[in-house]
């Protein structure tokens, strides 16, 4: 088949290179004339495990293609996808208009017989409205079914997440572009939902909506856990041992960030306020997220008598999560914001976010070669991101480089006793 992506970000780049690398024909989209040039010689504008090499090898292929241009792209497609990217606006709901934008492009684009499908994460109803607009700018003689197959990779696996996915959503009441969609997914592993466009729409807000949840409960456990002196980790493998609930997205930590949870959440409350509920429990799943990373910050001070001034805190992980360099909402940056305001001199690390987080993180850190460096001279160490290298760090190393060994453990990935037998002192979220 020939298909279409719109975008090249996290969700439209890993697709469309996986879908060329099963032997399809794959034009991707993009706006921007550098981007463009750098992924047509294989160069990928962000980090994501074994995307540099997929891209390559299909662009040498001639099966992986980049235009700036939709007619490139539209005219020759079976399949047209919109991966743009849906931001929060200022009071929570999505901000469509790059979805929108995109379809009125591929809709003057349009030349036989088109399905076009919504990636991107949008509210229900909004693949009505860009069935509208592409009827509405779509030239004469033009038809095209609209779908909804929303997107559920995760940064850090996503090419085997698109490969092996646990279900494959396909909202449409067209059964030409349902038998079309299932062709194309047939050598992709994964149970087939089919359903209307608003229930696709409303399955993705709703799963990331309860792997928030899940999260944010997993917090408040650990909060409780530290106050009745119980262990946090104990109670929560136990309580994911229960087959009906799973251990899965029940860690505690520093709080959830990237691109998604956090927007996705706000936009369900936003969603529900529309159509009347106020959605109480998901407003508190946000509350209790920002929550989390602020009682990590008053961890620290607090080890310091609320007295950071000219204290060296060494913060190792910046990504929003391992194994990605992206730094959307990731909670380093509120907890980094928050020690600097209280006097901090903070020296970061992290394997591969570090160009980007320099774009976001205030002026006046420094930046280390690796955790050893960081650590030198520091009064603590913050592990922020459970990077799997901090997990086989050499603590006896890093202890004798650092003036005080305090480490604070923002993903609970050491074990308190070993730890404190290096003489650290430790402190761990929702256990001692
Ligand atoms: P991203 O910001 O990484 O990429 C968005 C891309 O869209 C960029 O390449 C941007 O240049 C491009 N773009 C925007 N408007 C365009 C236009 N009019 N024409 C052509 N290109 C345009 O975003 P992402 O992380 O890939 O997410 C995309 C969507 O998928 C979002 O709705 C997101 O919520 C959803 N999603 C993301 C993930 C994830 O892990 N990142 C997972 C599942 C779903």
């Known amino acids: 088949m020939t298909i279409a992506f719109i975008g090249h970000g996290y969700v439209g780049l890993v697709t469309a290179s996986v879908f060329a690398d099963l032997g399809n024909t794959v034009w991707v989209v993009g706006r921007t004339r550098e981007k ?11 980090f994501e495990p074994g995307l540099a090499e997929l891209v390559k090898r299909n662009v040498e292929a001639g099966r992986l293609k980049f235009t700036l241009d939709y007619k490139d792209a539209v005219a020759p497609s079976d399949i047209i996808f919109i991966c743009v990217g849906t931001p929060p606006k200022e009071g929570g709901e999505a901000d469509l208009i790059n979805v929108f934008m995109a379809a009125e492009n591929i809709a003057k684009a349009l030349v036989g017989y088109k399905v076009v499908v919504t990636k991107s994460t ?11 607009i592409l009827n509405k700018f ?11 197959v929303p997107e559920f990779l995760r940064e850090g696996s996503a090419i085997d997440d698109t490969l092996h996915p646990d279900r494959v959503v396909v909202g449409t009441t067209s059964d030409r572009a349902a038998e079309m969609l299932l062709e194309l997914h047939k050598p992709i592993n994964g149970k087939t939902v089919f359903c209307n466009l608003e229930t696709a729409e409303l399955i993705k807000y709703a799963s990331n909506s309860l792997l928030s949840t899940k999260i944010s409960f997993a917090n408040v456990i650990a909060l409780l856990s530290e106050k009745v002196g119980a262990d946090a980790e104990r109670v929560l493998e136990a309580v994911g041992l229960d087959k009906r609930l799973g251990r899965s997205f029940l860690y505690a930590g520093v709080g959830y960030g990237g691109s998604c949870f956090p927007k996705d959440v706000k936009a369900l409350v936003s969603i529900a306020r529309h159509y009347g509920y106020n959605f109480k429990l998901l407003r508190a799943v946000d509350e209790i997220n920002k929550q989390t990373a602020q009682n990590f910050v008053e961890k620290i001070a607090h080890h310091f008598n609320n007295n950071l001034k000219d ?40 394997p591969v976010a570090m160009e980007n987080a320099k774009r976001v993180l205030p002026a006046g850190i420094s930046f280390a070669r690796d955790a050893y460096t960081a650590a030198r001279g520091a009064d603590a160490v913050a592990v922020v991101t459970e990077w799997n290298e901090f997990q086989q760090l050499d603590l006896a190393r890093l202890a004798r480089g650092m003036s005080t060994p305090v480490l604070f453990d923002g993903r609970n990935i050491y074990e308190p006793a070993k730890v404190k037998a290096l003489g650290f002192t430790y402190y761990g979220v929702g256990r001692m």
């Open 311 to 350: 204290k060296r805190i060494a913060v190792l992980g910046l990504s929003f999560k391992p194994n990605t360099d992206d730094m959307r909402e990731a909670p380093s940056i509120y907890i980094i914001n928050q020690l600097v305001k209280l006097g901090a001199n903070i020296v970061a690390y992290d």
């Open 138 to 148: 779509k030239p004469y003689g033009a038809s095209f079914s609209i779908a909804s």
């Open 122 to 132: 949008v509210p229900p109803g909004t693949n009505k409205k860009i069935g509208e």
């Open 36 to 46: 463009i040039e750098n992924l047509k010689k294989g160069v990928t504008p962000f």
